[in-house]
């Protein structure tokens, strides 16, 4: 089949809504205030004019709501005076002031081809005189493909979508598979093989007399580590997807109870968190002060890795390789950051005392540790660096009752391969 282009089709006006329109929009069913609802009772979504997860603020319970109406899926939501658009599969609760877009034409792929065009008609919409009302929108023009009789042309949208679809899903294929040999060279401690090539069972030395518990492969069919003179660079070698799949069924066998990776026979010990971080604070920075440019700057938000603003500023809060924690605004939630960036005085900045630890995965486990004492910070109650160094947190310890930090940074790895995988069947 040719490729798709978007110029290959004609294009033509057409009004969203009303009797000429592309869609009939009515008012949500329900528009339920957040505090009539029971949180985490279900699974079905509550859908509000945030624009953040699908505009999904929690999921809830249908027999638990006291009978609130519910919305079939397979519509576009738009939060009018938020200029919000998302395309809902599924059925759903909402909240005030949600139009819906039906449209017996509609499936997954039509509403992701029509979900960016509304977002740009939407732009135009704002508080006051020019804000969005339900006659504006049905007013409200946008450009389609059309067939040869001057029509939406459906097919070619939900076509053109699916090709998109498919090329990024190869994309993302190839860049997991990657992820995972290199997951698999971190957990089996392959960085530096001296050998020319050797079975990878053998590169692991307790994991050759239990080969049989990773899967019934044959000598001929385990994958071949190499090492290239050329700078040292190893490879895995054999057929690609034997690869990925063998490498999958060695990190399930590693992670399992009775071996050195499963969590239920490591013990565990407290320490106060500043036995095993340094604990240094951000800079306050003002958004009158922010200057645009490439460097990530690190507010207290819950999202996007903690990243609120990219800016060219450089102050004494310039780091990177670390866990960077929230002590006040979306209190306790902490993420880890690789790249250089600078930081909110909102946030505050740990370094593992070991450098052994200062990795990405030693990190990421201490991230989910803290995360544990959410429930005990809020507003009111700031996670300051006082509190901080003072929290007690439980860690895995190994035989002489120190930090196992080996055990966190492969725990993590395997967690990561199996999640890479996951994805990698899911697209394939």
């Not at 005030?96 to 065009?117: G, M, T, Y």
């Amino acid at each position: 089949m040719n490729r798709l282009e978007l110029d290959s089709v004609g294009w033509k006006e057409f009004f969203i809504g009303g009797e000429e329109g592309l869609f009939n929009i009515r008012s949500t069913n329900s528009g339920i205030d957040k505090n009539k609802l029971l949180e985490n009772t279900g699974d079905i979504p509550y859908v509000t004019r945030s624009n953040l997860n699908n505009g999904i603020d929690m999921f809830v319970g249908e027999k638990q709501n006291n009978g609130f109406s519910i919305d079939k899926g397979n519509v576009i939501t738009i939060g009018l005076d938020t200029q919000t658009v998302f395309y809902q599969p599924k059925s759903f609760f909402t909240g005030q002031n949600i139009q819906i877009l039906e449209n017996k034409f509609l499936n997954k792929e039509i509403a992701l081809f029509l979900v960016p065009l509304l977002k740009i008609q939407m732009i135009k919409f704002s508080w006051g005189s020019t804000g969005a009302t339900l006659t504006r929108l049905n007013r409200t023009k946008i450009l389609l493909p059309v067939d040869s009789s001057g029509n939406p042309n459906w097919k070619f949208m939900e076509d053109y979508i699916k090709q998109e679809q498919k090329a990024q899903g190869q994309k993302i294929v190839i860049y997991y598979k990657q992820r995972i040999v290199e997951c698999c060279f971190e957990l089996l401690d392959l960085k530096n093989v001296e050998r020319k090539e050797s079975y990878l069972t053998e590169l692991f030395e307790k994991n050759r007399s239990k080969q049989n518990k990773i899967g019934a492969y044959k000598n001929v069919d385990i994958p071949l580590v190499s090492a290239n003179n050329v700078g040292n660079r190893n490879k895995i070698l054999g057929s690609d997807n034997l690869v990925i799949e063998y490498i999958y069924k060695l990190a399930v066998y590693l992670g399992q109870s009775e071996y050195s990776l499963g969590c239920k026979n490591i013990q565990w010990k407290e320490f106060w968190l500043e036995n095993i971080v340094d604990i240094r604070s951000g800079v306050r920075l003002t958004k009158a002060d922010q200057k645009p440019g490439k460097r990530p700057f690190i507010g207290s938000t819950d999202g996007n890795n903690g990243v609120t603003n990219f800016v060219s500023n450089i102050n004494n809060s310039l780091d990177s390789n670390l866990l960077g924690v929230n002590y006040n605004g979306s209190v306790v939630d902490n993420f880890y950051h690789p790249y250089e960036c600078i930081f909110s005085d909102d946030v505050k900045r740990l370094h593992f005392k070991d450098k052994s630890a200062r990795n990405k995965y030693c990190y990421l486990f201490l991230k989910q540790c803290i995360l544990k004492q959410k429930s005990k910070y809020a507003y009111g109650y700031k996670f300051n660096a006082a509190r901080m160094k003072r929290q007690k947190i439980m860690l895995p310890v190994n035989s002489t009752g120190k930090v196992d930090y080996d055990f966190m940074r492969k725990y993590m790895v395997v967690q990561e391969i199996k999640e890479l995988y996951k994805v990698i069947k899911y697209l394939v």
